[in-house]
T-cell receptor, first 114, second 110 residues
Framework: AQSVTQLDSHVSVSEGTPVLLRCNYS??????LFWYVQHPNKGLQLLLK??????LVKGINGFEAEFKKSETSFHLTKPSAHMSDAAEYFC????????????FGTGTRLTIIP | SQTIHQWPATLVQPVGSPLSLECTVE??????LYWYRQAAGRGLQLLFY??????ISSEVPQNLSASRPQDRQFILSSKKLLLSDSGFYLC?????????FGEGSRLTVL
């Protein structure tokens, strides 16, 4: 069975410092991987996705993630945090094509310290 | 461009009352549609998905049901709400392994 683990439920960083949100997955097949962001009481917005092309994926708002098959990881990074980055972030894995049955991580709440 | 509408945005209902949440998608045909529930601190749980009119798959046994009366309309229902049905409900449609979400409906059952 597929699964995804977000290693930190809460991350706090100072404005202007780097962001690292960690995600590991388990799979017997090549997955598609996504990061979504959710601001309070809002729907989810796609930040970036990996679908077996380049292992370093660049997304919106300066975020990027690197797919490392040997480590079964897909960590999300940003060089310099901005106050507007404060939100909940979800790592998501998909192994099924057609019905897009995705498995969501439990989320990481990112707090930005002024 | 495609858009997804979900309503109502907020709902407070007593235990035992019925529920109807509606979702419509514009700008696409025959989308795959999904209902997710988000409980506090638990990520998103897939409740139902549909690949076409009248075709509903349920992921978890529960007090809820879903229907797809039209190509771009997806409805989440309950005949009698339970306290445990409280949560944030999200409708979504998919294209090429990417999900597009509505703004969500916050349901509080008292």
């Amino acid at each position: 069975a597929q699964s995804v683990t977000q290693l930190d439920s809460h991350v706090s960083v100072s404005e202007g410092t780097p962001v690292l949100l960690r995600c590991n997955y388990s799979s017997s097949y090549s997955p598609s991987l996504f990061w979504y962001v959710q601001h309070p009481n809002k729907g989810l917005q796609l930040l970036l996705k990996y679908t077996s092309a380049a292992t370093l994926v660049k997304g919106i708002n300066g975020f990027e993630a690197e797919f490392k098959k040997s480590e079964t990881s897909f960590h999300l990074t940003k060089p310099s945090a901005h106050m507007s980055d404060a939100a909940e972030y979800f790592c998501v894995v998909s192994f099924n094509f057609g019905n897009e049955k995705l498995t969501f991580g439990t989320g990481t709440r990112l707090t930005i310290i002024p | 461009s495609q858009t997804i509408h979900q309503w109502p945005a907020t709902l407070v209902q007593p235990v035992g009352s019925p529920l109807s949440l509606e979702c419509t998608v514009e700008g696409t045909s025959n989308p795959n549609l999904y209902w997710y529930r988000q409980a506090a601190g638990r990520g998103l749980q897939l409740l139902f998905y549909s690949v076409g009119i009248g075709q509903i798959s349920s992921e978890v046994p529960q007090n809820l049901s879903a229907s797809r009366p039209q190509d771009r309309q997806f409805i989440l229902s309950s005949k009698k709400l339970l306290l445990s049905d409280s949560g944030f409900y999200l409708c979504a449609w998919s294209e090429i392994r990417e999900l597009f979400f509505g703004e969500g409906s916050r349901l509080t059952v008292l």
